[in-house]
């Protein structure tokens, strides 16, 4: 089993409508042309337009709620002792070559405690865990518990949120930086090793869109994706690509994003059923700006 996927009936949906504006130089790098480090370039709609990833835009976003969930209080201690020990898609510390995991899942034996078990017995099949190991079992529990994989997903959980390319909006402007490198053993230049950067400039404008799923507001995962952008709000941006001990890499979130909030009824009626399906085509929803929905998921705290 390489990947579980939880199901849930979808109650909201939040499309988060993301503006980002490069407040320096952005090298994201695709490949290597001679000593040229070239940025990432895809045909959009027939045009070839820089793009932010996906995949680099949510592990930028990934790697800053991480440090971020290790400063909040959430809804009860074990919680707070998941985020604890939560490193990257994990949650065991390694000490001399032994996993420590935290103290409230084991049970004498090294294995899943049994009330832990039962409750992966609820959601997944008895062949399902039976192909996962000991410590995978363990993972997983965690895994379902904690804040960051629930928003980002896991190796074995898929996360709440769906994240799309940041497209430029924007006339690509573009630089080429040409620097020396530096030595890792050493820490000094090599004078013979040249290396150039393609990068996009300062004050370009990227759009993505970011599907949430089922993050309720006074939810673990509300409150980190709440503070999450708050803080980057706040601070003035995130950094993302390449380069960033070079000042490259800072991208702000523009306070003009918009959320559009898709919240579905238990249909009882055939009227309620046809709500629901003009609601998932969106033809029906609550728009508001990003501080709004900042407010708005912390409003049930």
């Keep these: 089993m390489s990947e579980i996927i939880y199901l849930e009936k979808l109650e909201q949906r939040y499309i988060i409508d993301l503006k980002l504006i490069t407040k320096s130089?952005?090298?994201?790098?695709?490949?290597?042309?001679?000593?040229?480090?070239?940025?990432?370039?895809?045909?959009?709609?027939?045009?070839?337009?820089?793009?932010?990833?996906?995949?680099?835009?949510?592990?930028?976003?990934?790697?800053?709620?991480?440090?971020?969930?290790?400063?909040?209080?959430?809804?009860?201690?074990?919680?707070?002792?998941?985020?604890?020990?939560?490193?990257?898609?994990?949650?065991?510390?390694?000490?001399?070559n032994v996993k420590l995991y935290p103290k409230f899942i084991e049970?004498?034996?090294?294995?899943?405690?049994?009330?832990?078990?039962?409750?992966?017995?609820?959601?997944f099949s008895e062949e399902q865990l039976r192909e996962l190991s000991k410590d995978a079992q363990k993972e997983l529990y965690l895994s379902l518990k904690c804040p960051i994989c629930k928003l980002f997903g896991s190796q074995r959980l898929t996360g709440k949120m769906i994240f799309s390319d940041a497209i430029l909006i924007d006339e690509p402007r573009i630089d080429i930086y040409t620097s020396t490198s530096i030595s890792r053993k050493t820490k000094t230049v090599e004078g013979e090793r040249l290396f150039s950067l393609e990068s996009l400039e300062p004050n370009l404008r990227f759009q993505a869109k970011v599907i949430a799923d089922n993050v309720m507001r006074g939810s673990d995962e509300a409150l980190l994706l709440s503070k999450l952008f708050e803080y980057i709000l706040k601070l003035g941006g995130f950094q993302i690509g390449g380069a960033k001990s070079r000042g490259f890499g800072q991208v702000a979130i523009s306070e003009d994003s918009k959320v559009h909030i898709h919240s579905f009824k238990k249909p009882k009626t055939n009227e309620e059923v046809y709500e629901n399906i003009m609601i998932l085509l969106g033809k029906k929803f609550e728009t508001k700006s990003i501080n709004e929905f900042i407010v708005w998921l912390m409003q049930k705290y």
């Design 107 to 123: 049970a004498d034996n090294g294995e899943l405690k049994k009330d832990k078990k039962e409750e992966l017995e609820r959601i």
């Design 25 to 96: 130089r952005l090298h994201i790098g695709a490949y290597q042309e001679g000593i040229q480090k070239r940025i990432v370039w895809l045909n959009v709609n027939g045009k070839l337009l820089p793009v932010i990833p996906a995949e680099s835009l949510k592990g930028s976003l990934r790697k800053l709620a991480s440090k971020i969930a290790k400063n909040l209080d959430f809804s009860d201690q074990e919680v707070n002792e998941v985020v604890k020990y939560h490193r990257e898609d994990k949650h065991s510390i390694e000490k001399n």
